[in-house]
């Protein structure tokens, strides 16, 4: 019988678009299933279609809900895609907010670029729709933390928490005597919200690990002093913070954060605006699930929180989100999405990214492409809604605040492989995490080491 194979479809040399086929006699499991987003070659690959048909893949398991992972299950599912999708029982929550979006937001630009011209395909089509991803939302089957399942005769499969965002895993895969585990993505050790990831279980053959940040080591300094440090002085000024933050997760400790420097006085009573219904949702979803995270969020969705800063405001409706462009400094925009690639963000940054008074704050990974990597690489001016706006706000990042472990904190992971794999394949990131990431793990922990390109197989 051929040997078992394994394809990289994506997140190889890129954060984006993480697919892993396995093929095991005469079965295909897809591992994750995530969108291409950022630079426009990558992007164009989510319209291309998969090696495999979707209809011969047999299960799928997806290690988290964030987009880059999961955001291409309606487009698999539309294209003939009939069986299960294994995840945690909070990420089938979380992507019940997200699919929905995502659909959502793919529609609305297909609407923008025809109403506006500026696609070259006519009509501009959406990847997928809202009812494609409220669909896909039915084949989702759930698997709590430490459980086994047999995915398909033959196929083992089990999630261990990685502490990265709520219900996020990696995965472990039992077939024909070869055990793999996929990191999905990695958390921090040492982080606000999350606890860290979970020891690997003993002999593994096989293991993907994510390099997100695989060039960056080292402590970063306190989340709290760095932000109070850069907005302060915008408030005191008169102007505006724009925080472009991913709804999950990161939303609520932001709020955390400046809730606690108001208590020390350290921060001013101004009006706190979070833009995103998806936040409120999301902040419910993670206080049902309080006993996987370290961060208690009682009445997370209120404004007379304790956890909220004083003067907080979550906007639902899309005329109220418009109404903020009017809005007078000092205050605090946190809208999503966090890397600008869409959503409500996208009008505060035009709004307010040409007024010197202004901060825009990076607070998370800004991949290849997306309009905030160009920020954070000092681009004057970024395209958005089809022309080009100048830039004459303050732009700024926070260290530390990210969902993802630095190298140190994945070099601590696999460490925890006993014994030493076969064989380590780096995935899920850009040119240079990969190449210190590879660096180290074969110089520190002595593990063989490989970095597969796009399409590659390998036997198992
Ligand atoms: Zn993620």
């Known amino acids: 019988m051929a040997q078992p194979t394994l394809r990289f479809l994506g997140a190889t040399g890129t954060v984006t678009g993480s697919k892993f086929l396995l093929e095991t006699g005469g079965t295909r499991i897809l591992v994750d299933c995530g969108l291409f987003q950022g630079l426009k070659e990558l992007r164009q690959r989510n319209w291309e279609p998969l090696p495999v048909p979707p209809a011969e893949i ?13 955001g291409y299950l309606p ?47 006519k009509p501009a089509l959406p990847l997928y729709t809202k009812e494609d991803a409220q669909h896909t939302l039915t084949h989702l089957r759930t698997l709590d933390f430490d459980r086994e399942v047999e995915l398909v005769p033959g196929i083992r499969a089990a999630f261990h928490p990685t502490g990265h965002i709520l219900g996020a895993a990696f995965a472990v895969l039992d077939f024909e005597g070869r055990r793999l585990a996929v990191s999905g993505d990695l958390g921090g050790y040492d982080k606000d919200l999350m606890r860290g990831p979970a020891p690997l279980p003993k002999g593994m053959h096989y293991v993907l690990a994510e390099s997100t940040y695989g060039s960056k080591r080292g402590a970063d300094p ?13 408030l005191e000024r008169g102007g505006v913070v724009v925080i472009p933050a991913f709804a999950v997760g990161r939303t609520s400790v932001l709020l955390y954060h400046i809730r606690r420097m108001q208590d020390r006085g350290a921060f001013p009573d101004v009006p706190v605006i979070v833009d995103s219904p998806m936040a409120v949702d999301s902040a419910k979803i993670y206080q049902r699930y309080r006993h996987e995270h370290n961060l208690q969020l009682e009445d997370a969705g209120g404004s007379g929180s304790l956890l909220n800063p004083r003067q907080t405001r979550f906007v639902r409706k899309p005329e109220e989100s418009k109404r903020l462009n009017e809005l007078d400094g000092p205050a605090v925009i946190i809208s999503a999405s966090g890397m600008m690639t869409g959503g409500r963000i996208l009008h505060h940054v035009r709004t307010r990214v040409s007024d010197p008074r202004n901060l825009i704050l990076l607070v998370g990974y800004q991949a290849e492409g997306t309009r905030g ?59 240079g995490g990969l190449r210190a990431m590879s660096e180290r793990i074969v110089s520190e922990l002595g593990f063989s080491c490989h970095t597969p390109k796009y399409l590659e197989a390998v036997e198992l």
């Open 222 to 234: 306190s989340v709290p002093d760095q932000l109070g440090a850069t907005m302060v002085p915008v």
């Open 373 to 431: 990597r160009a920020l954070l690489e000092g681009k004057r001016e970024l395209k958005m809604f089809g022309e080009f706006v100048p830039v004459k706000a303050q732009v700024a990042a926070i260290q530390g605040m990210s969902a993802h472990g630095d190298s140190d904190d994945v070099v601590a992971w696999l460490r925890t492989a006993d014994p030493a794999p076969r064989k380590v394949f780096l995935v899920h990131g850009e040119a």
């Open 58 to 70: 047999d299960a799928v398991v997806v290690t988290h809900a964030h987009i880059d992972h999961s």
């Open 75 to 121: 487009r698999l599912v539309r294209g003939g895609f009939e069986g299960p999708i294994f995840c945690t029982p909070a990420t089938r929550e979380l992507l019940g907010l997200l699919l929905p979006d995502s659909g959502y937001l793919q529609e609305e630009e297909a609407r923008y670029a025809n109403k506006e011209g500026y696609s070259k395909h």
